[in-house]
T-cell receptor, first 111, second 118 residues
Framework: EDQVTQSPEALRLQEGESSSLNCSYT??????LFWYRQDPGKGPEFLFTLYSAGEEKEKKRLKATLTKKESFLHITAPKPEDSATYLC????????????FGAGTQVVVTP | SQTIHQWPATLVQPVGSPLSLECTVE??????LYWYRQAAGRGLQLLFY??????ISSEVPQNLSASRPQDRQFILSSKKLLLSDSGFYLC?????????????????FGEGSRLTVL
């Protein structure tokens, strides 16, 4: 069965203090790994898709990387508006059409 | 551009009452459609997904059901709500991508429906 584990559960950062979020996954074969940002009371907002180990994608202060067993979301010099819950999801070759989500990492950036 | 609409945004219902949540997608054809539930502090749980009209796959046995009466419309229903049905319900869509359209692209979510069962 596909499994996705995110760590830490919560992260408190000072503005400008860079950090990384981890998403570890277990799948028989990876079709894609997805990162989302979710604000309180809202639906998740798509950030990145990664398909193969070694791939990297960037958007503003966020950079996602992928290895064969995990993905990292690096937040560089965060601002208070980066505060949100970040979700990771995988799609495997065995579960066509389905996305398995992790529980998320809640990030709070203080001024 | 594609948009997804989900309603109602908030719902408070007594135990034993019926439920109907509706979701429509605009700007794309033949999308894959999903219903997820998110409990407080927990990840997203897949409830149903559909790859076409009348084609519904159920992931969790429960008192909920889903229907897809039109290509871009997805409905989540219940005949009798339980206290445990409370949660944040999210509709999402994706399309086929890649060579031969053999891959499923990323999910795009609606704004969610907050259901409280009392």
């Amino acid at each position: 069965e596909d499994q996705v584990t995110q760590s830490p559960e919560a992260l408190r950062l000072q503005e400008g203090e860079s950090s990384s979020l981890n998403c570890s996954y277990t799948v028989s074969g990876l079709r894609g790994l997805f990162w989302y940002r979710q604000d309180p009371g809202k639906g998740p907002e798509f950030l990145f898709t990664l398909y193969s180990a070694g791939e990297e994608k960037e958007k503003k202060r966020l950079k996602a990387t992928l290895t064969k067993k995990e993905s990292f979301l690096h937040i560089t010099a965060p601002k208070p508006e980066d505060s949100a819950t970040y979700l990771c999801a995988v799609q495997s070759t065995d579960s066509w059409g389905k996305f398995q989500f992790g529980a998320g990492t809640q990030v709070v950036v203080t001024p | 551009s594609q948009t997804i609409h989900q309603w109602p945004a908030t719902l408070v219902q007594p135990v034993g009452s019926p439920l109907s949540l509706e979701c429509t997608v605009e700007g794309t054809s033949n999308p894959n459609l999903y219903w997820y539930r998110q409990a407080a502090g927990r990840g997203l749980q897949l409830l149903f997904y559909s790859v076409g009209i009348g084609q519904i796959s159920s992931e969790v046995p429960q008192n909920l059901s889903a229907s897809r009466p039109q290509d871009r419309q997805f409905i989540l229903s219940s005949k009798k709500l339980l206290l445990s049905d409370s949660g944040f319900y999210l509709c999402a869509w994706s399309v086929m991508t890649g060579k031969g359209l053999s891959n499923i692209g990323e999910l795009f979510f609606g704004e969610g429906s907050r259901l409280t069962v009392l």
